[in-house]
């Protein structure tokens, strides 16, 4: 999997302006998709064996990045998969529970 997580960074890599913010793409996405307990930035973080989460939350927060334009090469991305006979898509919108009201 580590092959075609790093094709799909690479292939969106010129939206983003700096080489640090194409770094903290490739450590959230490998925490996103790992088996940590909880998919935070404290948890991400860890995973990517920084000691706190500034530096994600200052690339989500503050870098430069056209969001329209990743957001479309993410979609081609998903709907090439898609074409595959044997695809399946599964929308799963489960969350943390929250607390409070």
């Known amino acids: 999997m580590e092959g075609e997580l790093e094709a799909l960074c690479a292939s969106v890599d010129d939206v983003f302006a700096r080489p640090a913010s194409r770094e903290n793409l490739r450590a959230m996405m490998r925490g996103l998709l790992a088996e940590v307990p909880r998919k935070n930035l404290w948890q991400l973080a860890e995973f990517a064996g920084q000691p706190n989460p ?3 939350q200052g690339f989500l927060a503050k870098a430069a990045w056209d969001a329209d334009e990743l957001r479309d090469r993410v ?3 998903a709907v090439a998969a898609l074409t595959a006979p044997d695809a399946v898509l599964i929308a799963d919108e ?7 009201t």
């Open 94 to 100: 489960t969350g943390d529970i929250k607390k409070g």
């Open 75 to 77: 979609r081609d991305y």
């Open 54 to 56: 500034d530096r994600l």
